[in-house]
């Protein structure tokens, strides 16, 4: 007796489902007679329009190729609207058959499109697919799919970017007197977001807008920052390791005869990022090319004139002591150096009158011996001593060039972005 006084408690206080098969396809057959023509939109008062509530489930990023300009996230659009026709008693089904499952193939649906579309036209959802319907009229059709669109980037601060792109429906031959499309909440529903390995979401929007041709559009846009880290340490921090290891070939031994080999090798290495980054980024961008793109054209640049002289300054070191040094490298290495050198000079012959020839022993005397004793205090200047004066000096030169080459780019990405 407690037993089934205990089970009459549950079912008073429990909702039990009391409906069977057989009520729910009494009220298929009753909601879809051969009047309910699917082509017309619901609505008794016409001059009313019917109101399409949209929102969006965000479930990741699949893809962003700036090159093709093709952006994919994969998710499931949201579409909810009222059916005045499909509607029903539910204590005449079972009591509580409240909602029901629908092809959608039988109701009218809102056949949205994306206005920025990757591939050829594309119907969202699949025809085979089902609505759920309430007892109200109420119809939720909640459709997954991989929504692929078009997104120009602004690679202007690659990798450092921030990019933005849109999905865009509106609801083909219908004016907004007729359906009006409203957004359910103004983000997309991101609670099961999965992240992706390349791009941080930073923003979501939902907006409507009426476009150009006087066409409604319900607008989704994600904002997305990517992710820097990766092409910090295999790109920008590899090509500036890159371009300052080509300033030790001018601390290199100039008899080992590797100098060029070394500076060149160096540069093609340059030279194979560049390619590689320039591979990566689309042929066109708007509104300019990436930044990183000057920066590597400046450090290849840097490293063709620091090759140039490397081999000025091992012809320097390959001519011969016996060729006279022109004034000009004389002045550029005391200048670089502030050494202190001398030519050898042949001693001074002065002519002197036979009254004088007392005097001119003398002065001959000590005309050469202050000759010798400047060439024992000041060594002879020679060709590499100009090599020398040149490795300095394009050392400190090259140098100052890549730093600041780095600096303006780092205070471009930093500040005006």
């Known amino acids: 007796m407690d037993v089934i006084t205990a089970l009459s408690f549950l079912c008073l206080w ?15 057959t009753a909601l879809f007679p051969t009047s309910y023509d699917r082509n017309l939109r619901p609505g008794d008062d016409r001059s009313t329009p019917l109101q399409v509530n949209i929102t969006f489930y965000f479930k990741s990023i699949k893809e962003f190729d700036e090159s093709i300009s093709k952006f994919s996230i994969t998710g499931a659009l949201g579409v909810h609207w009222l059916d005045h026709r499909l509607t029903w008693t539910p204590a005449s089904y079972g009591g509580d058959l409240q909602t029901t499952l629908v092809p959608q193939k039988k109701v009218w649906m809102p056949f949205l499109v994306n206005m920025l579309m990757y591939d050829p036209l594309v119907e969202v959802g699949h025809s085979d697919m089902n609505v759920r319907l309430d007892s109200n009229g109420h ?5 997954p799919n991989i929504f692929e669109s078009t997104c120009d980037a602004d690679l202007s601060y690659y990798p450092f970017d921030l990019q933005t792109c849109s999905l865009r429906f509106y609801l083909p031959g219908y004016l907004q007197t007729e359906v009006l499309l409203v957004p359910i909440r103004s983000t997309m529903a991101t609670s099961e977001y999965s992240q992706n390995a390349l791009w941080d979401v930073v923003e979501t929007q939902i ?13 989704m846009s994600v904002k997305m920052k990517r992710r820097s880290v990766y092409y910090i340490s295999s790109l920008v921090l590899p090509v500036a390791l890159l371009s300052f290891l080509q300033l030790f070939a001018f601390l290199m031994p ?26 990566k980024l689309p042929e066109g961008s708007e509104p300019s090319v990436a930044y990183l793109s000057y920066k590597l054209l400046g450090d290849f640049m ?50 002197w009158t036979d ?24 060594p002879s200047l020679t060709w590499k001593d100009i090599g020398q004066a040149t490795d300095r000096f394009c050392l400190v030169m090259f140098g100052f060039m890549l730093i600041n080459c ?12």
């Not at 909702?15 to 729910?24: A, H, I, K, R």
Request: aromatic content about 8%; proline content about 2%.
């Open 14 to 28: 429990i909702p039990c489902q009391m409906y069977t098969f057989t009520n729910e396809q009494n009220l298929h």
């Open 139 to 143: 119809i939720s059709w909640v459709a």
């Open 207 to 219: 907006y409507s807008e009426t476009n150009t041709m006087n066409l409604q559009e319900i607008a």
């Open 254 to 279: 100039p008899c080992c005869g590797e100098r060029v080999g070394f500076v060149t090798t160096v540069l093609l290495a340059v030279a194979v990022y560049l390619t590689l980054i320039q591979e």
């Open 302 to 351: 840097v490293g063709v004139v620091m090759t140039v002289g490397v081999i000025i300054g091992l012809r320097f070191y390959s001519r011969e002591d016996n060729v006279e040094i022109p004034n000009y490298l004389q002045r550029f290495h005391k200048m670089i150096l502030g050494g202190k050198f001398c030519l050898k000079r042949e001693k001074r012959k002065v002519a």
């Open 355 to 378: 009254s004088n020839v007392a005097m001119n022993n003398k002065v001959e005397d000590k005309d050469t011996y202050d000759d010798d004793k400047d060439n024992e205090s000041s």
């Open 406 to 417: 780095n600096l303006v780019y780092i205070i471009v990405i930093s500040v005006i972005h």
